[in-house]
């Protein structure tokens, strides 16, 4: 009997970018734990070899669309976007944290294998049909990026931020659990097409509460996750303390998945009651907005002031969560992909110019930074420029078509004060770049360091992308609306 | 509902009952003559240097939280056990999968130097 | 009739232990209470035939969190803990709590709770077959579950990876 649960190759070939994933980060510790250390170097083109050939190998599978392990997986249109989304920001994040990691002078081995892991994390989070492989897939890629928000662990700062990430994480992770066993004591099972024909079938007047609070505690997990507010409060103080590369990861890779399993079940599972955790998602989304944009305002230092930022932006992307229709999640996945690169390419300028030991995070620092380093700066405001949703670049097109999907909504109140906030958000923004071109540089202009080629490929790279979606934003939209099917 | 625990049931008494008993026997039929050296904590023979309360090296810390990991895979391995028949060679190759990988773990952990003793 | 008695014994157990580990000031007899507190869940968790619960609860918790708690305890130092003031007034607040939760709990059962009738109706599903709780739970875990099961395996990795190497001095 139990041979005929034996995954069948189709099935495998479906679930091949984990398996590679996931045998390159056991590899990757044995040849840690083996290897002489000056062979170490090696290990960093065996990660890139293998986030490249789990990419390839997520673009095959969609060859062949459908489900595997009975159903447990469902590799759709979505889950090959979002594989393909976390898989690209891993390898931009592996090339953009060598040179930071030999600065430092921390051993690479284990963060390769900590990114690779987190990977595999987050792919099942994004691939996941059912209730208990999202709660596994996410606790890895949580696990994971706790380890490597305190990487540098003789760095107090370092180790403040894996202690509250992990402490804050796994309470949140508490929530979503609760919320999974209310479910399936509910309706019985926690595949979502199944909860999804429950609700539909059932007199939901009769058992709202308990639905209610079902809802309630996964969407504190998951808002938790995607510091939406009011969850948001872990977010400035892991990201200021994490290393830097590390933050430009956590707020691009797992924040895309984690965005992308809350799309998935809020708009299959409980698609039913919709019209129930709208207004909750609504009042998040103004929220996160107002909090992330205002907050921003006051920060002094720069990667603090990126925290809120992302929570600002993880807002925007609330806006199109709350329309729960098809272009809501179509611009929802090009406003990821865009920030994914905006904010990787953000980054990439703050890691090389924070320098040794993360001494330079104030605004101030950056003060002559347009005559010191040209290239850094320039691609700096391109990234800005983008943050804000300045025409001809990615942001802009992400919001736009977000608050077109919020219009098409009907949520007009939403739209107007997300449309204002976006113009509180300029100042601080542009603010930074008064800093970098009008100001003299002060007596912090040794930070100056010379950036690897590496690095330098993920600033350009991601700059170029960004003008490009920008300029030609169906390029990506008609990505991602062919790629908005959730299968059923 | 304890149809299976009967042999439990008769059990437990007596494991209650047998250190009681025995107690109380050796209470009534020992001569009893206490000393202060009797009523102090037995150390290999030696009179205690300091309180034993004291405080341990974060080294035990580690080793306890390994052995709460590989408890949680035992926890794991327990249904496998009680079907191990029925699963056959499937489920060999279901668990073999399962703990080479956290067997890389103990190799790591191993390399690493978190068994070592200072 | 004996499950009644049971019941109220592990009861007992259960609630008896969580009361003296929460007022005893020596931290390593609360937690010797605390395990006993355990013990009783677990003879609940039998009383339900959770038979794996039970041993998860023995293996896992009473096993190995206790192991975890006691280690914790042993790392601070006990002298200067016990000294402190442990009391910090925050009784007035534990009290509404439980006034409030006592209540909803007392309101739930009054009133009973609609839409708990599919829960109930998985339970009678699953009771059908002679086999015992673990043995269904073992062919569901290697058979529809496989993929859960050995996914796990890459969570205690990481794991494992996390707790060494944060927990660790650095090496030169």
């Known amino acids: 009997m139990p041979a005929s649960f034996m995954p069948s190759a189709q099935e495998m070939m479906r679930f091949l970018p984990e398996t590679l994933l996931t045998l390159a980060g056991v590899f990757l510790m044995v040849l840690e734990a083996i290897m002489a250390p000056e062979n170490k170097g090696r290990l ?32 759709d249109g979505f889950a090959t976007f979002f594989r393909v989304l976390v898989i690209g920001v891993a390898i931009l994040a592996v090339l953009g944290s060598s040179q930071y990691l030999a600065r430092e002078g921390a051993n690479p081995g284990e963060y390769w294998a900590l990114v690779l892991f987190s990977v595999v994390g987050q792919s099942l989070m994004v691939t996941s049909n059912e209730l208990i492989m999202i709660f596994i897939g996410l606790e890895i890629s949580s696990i ?13 700062r370092n180790s403040e931020s894996a202690l509250k990430y992990f402490l804050l994480g796994s309470f949140a992770t508490g929530f979503l659990l609760y919320g999974v066993a209310w479910i399936y004591g509910l309706t019985g099972t926690t595949d979502l097409s199944q909860i999804r024909a429950d609700l539909a079938n059932r007199d939901i007047s009769n058992s709202m509460m308990m639905i209610g609070a079902a809802c309630a505690l996964m969407f504190v ?46 708009v299959t599972a409980f698609e039913p009651v919709a019209d129930r955790w709208e207004p909750i998602v609504w009042a998040s989304a ?23 930022s992302s929570i600002a932006h993880a807002g925007y992307v609330m806006v199109a969560v709350a329309t729960h229709s098809k272009l809501g999640i179509e611009a929802a996945m090009f ?75 009907r949520l007009i109140w939403l739209t107007v004060l997300g449309l204002l906030n976006s113009a509180v958000a300029a100042y601080y923004y542009l603010r930074i770049l008064v800093v970098m071109y009008m100001e003299e540089p002060g007596d912090t202009v040794e930070n100056t360091q010379e950036m690897g080629g590496a690095l330098k490929f993920v600033l350009v790279g991601s700059a170029v992308a960004t ?14 609306s062919r790629y908005a099917v959730l299968g059923r | 509902m304890p149809d299976g625990y009967l042999p439990i049931f008769v059990f437990l008494p007596v494991a209650i009952l047998f250190p009681v008993v025995t107690l109380f026997v050796a209470k009534l039929v020992r001569p009893s003559q206490p000393t202060p050296s009797k009523l102090g904590a037995y150390e290999c023979g030696i009179e205690p240097a300091s309180n034993s309360r004291g405080r341990y090296t974060v080294r035990y810390y580690i080793v306890a939280i390994l052995f709460v990991v590989f408890d949680v895979e035992t926890v794991f391995l327990y249904p496998w056990a009680v079907r191990y028949k029925q699963l056959g060679w499937f489920g060999v190759a279901e668990v073999a999968v399962f703990l080479a990988i956290l067997i890389v773990g103990y190799v790591w952990a191993y390399k690493k130097g978190a068994f070592e003793w200072v | 009739m004996i499950d009644t008695a049971l019941f109220y014994v592990f009861a007992l157990m259960t609630l008896g232990g969580g009361i003296l580990c929460i007022t005893r000031r020596n931290a390593v007899h609360a937690a010797i209470w605390l395990i006993a507190s355990l013990m009783g869940v677990a003879g609940l968790f039998l009383l339900q035939r959770a038979e794996f619960l039970f041993a998860v609860q023995i293996v896992l918790y009473i096993g190995g969190i206790m ?49 708990l009738g599919a829960a109930a109706a998985v339970q009678d599903g699953g009771e059908g077959g002679s086999d015992g709780n673990v043995e269904r739970l073992a062919d569901l875990l290697f058979s529809e579950y496989l993929l859960p099961f050995e996914i796990v395996s890459i969570l205690l990795l990481a794991a494992i990876v996390g707790s060494v190497f944060l927990a660790r001095r650095r090496t030169s």
């Not at chain 1, 994971?144 to 107090?156: E, H, I, K, N, T």
């Not at chain 1, 992330?292 to 720069?302: C, E, P, S, W, Y």
């Open chain 1, 221 to 266: 997990g998951f808002a938790f996750k995607v510091s939406a507010a009011p969850f948001q409060v872990w977010a400035p103080d892991v990201y200021q303390g994490a290393p830097s590369p590390v933050a430009a990861f956590l707020s691009s890779g797992p924040k895309a998945a984690a965005f992308a399993m809350f799309l998935r079940v809020f």
């Open chain 3, 67 to 115: 192991v975890l708690f006691l280690f914790v305890i042993m790392l601070i130092n006990l002298d200067t803990a016990a000294a402190e003031r442990q009391y910090s007034g925050q009784w007035k607040l534990a009290l509404g709590a439980v006034v409030l939760a006592g209540g909803e709990i007392a309101w739930v059962m009054a009133r009973g709770l609609p839409g």
């Open chain 1, 286 to 308: 103004l929220v996160t907005m107002i909090v992330g944009n205002f907050a921003a305002l006051r920060q002094t230092n720069v990667k603090r002031l990126m925290a809120y």
């Open chain 1, 44 to 75: 960093k083109a065996f990660a890139l070899f293998a986030l490249a050939a789990a990419l390839a190998a997520a673009v095959i599978a969609y060859n062949d669309p459908g489900p595997a392990f009975n159903r447990l997986l469902i590799i």
């Open chain 1, 467 to 480: 003008l490009v979606i920008g300029t030609f934003p169906s390029l990506l939209l008609d990505v991602a």
């Open chain 1, 144 to 156: 994971a990026s706790y380890v490597l928000a305190g990487y540098l662990r003789d760095d107090a």
């Open chain 1, 335 to 409: 406003y990821l992909a865009a920030y994914a690169l905006t904010n990787l390419g953000a980054f990439a300028v703050i890691t090389c110019l924070v320098g040794k030991g993360e001494r330079f995070v104030e605004i101030k620092d950056l003060a002559g930074l347009g005559a010191r380093q040209p290239l850094s700066a320039a691609m700096l405001t391109i990234f800005l420029l983008s943050l804000i949703g300045v025409p001809l670049t990615g942001g802009f097109f992400g919001k736009f078509y977000i608050f077109k999907a919020a219009l098409d909504a």
